[in-house]
Structure formats: C-alpha cells, structure tokens
C-alpha cells in the first residue's frame, strides 16, 4: 500500500507560478510510474504529465506543454510539477497518481487558484 501527499497549491496570480510536491510512502517509489492529473469540477479527471520510473522520456498535454514541467526525486520519494505562466483556466483540483501495473494509487488533491 502507498499513501501520496500532494502540497504546494494555492492562490497565484495569472502569469504566475507554483511547484506542487507529492510525496510517497513507499520505499519503493522508483518502481512506479508517476503522474500529475486535474479535474475541474463536474468534469473528469484529465491527465496533465507523465514520468516513467527510471525519469526518462516525459509526456504532457497539450494544454500544459511549454509551460509545466514534471519531475521526480527518487531519493526522497516524491514528485514535482513545476507550473508556470498559469492561466484562469489551470483552476483545478491536482492529483497525483502511482501507478504499477496492476495498482493505481491517488493523492487527495491540492487545489490551484490563478486569479487576480
């Protein structure tokens, strides 16, 4: 079982930036595929990032591309997503996700309000 605790959300400003963390549990972590979601509310989950295990090749949506970056520390067992240039519509609920085949795991989210 893994537990992941997200942080580093809050109010920006548009134009602005923010580094969410999330940190894991286990001390397996290097095993896992991570991931950055959002949701908005009455909307489903979207994924916004992507890194492998061994912190290769990363993917993201093409909403977010230029302007987020994701990456881990498999040392200290937790994962960032660097945001920058936010806009109003980045106002979302952010999760992370652990993911070893055939196991998922979830954060409870952290809020992102871009608002002046």
């Known amino acids: 079982q893994m537990q992941l605790v997200e942080s580093g959300g809050g109010l920006v400003q548009p134009g602005g930036s923010l580094r969410l963390s999330c940190a894991a549990s286990?001390?397996?972590?290097?095993?896992?595929?991570m991931s950055w979601y959002r949701q908005a509310p009455g909307k489903e989950r979207e994924l916004v990032a992507n890194i492998p295990s061994s912190g290769g090749t990363t993917t993201y949506a093409d909403s977010v591309k230029g302007r987020f970056t994701i990456s881990r520390d498999n040392a200290k067992s937790t994962v960032y997503l660097q945001m920058t240039s936010l806009q109003p519509e980045d106002t979302v609920v952010y999760y992370c996700?652990?993911?070893?085949?055939?196991?998922?795991?979830w954060g409870q989210g952290t809020q992102v309000t871009v608002s002046s």
């Open positions: 286990s001390s397996t972590f290097s095993s896992y595929v």
């Open positions: 996700k652990a993911r070893r085949w055939p196991l998922d795991y």
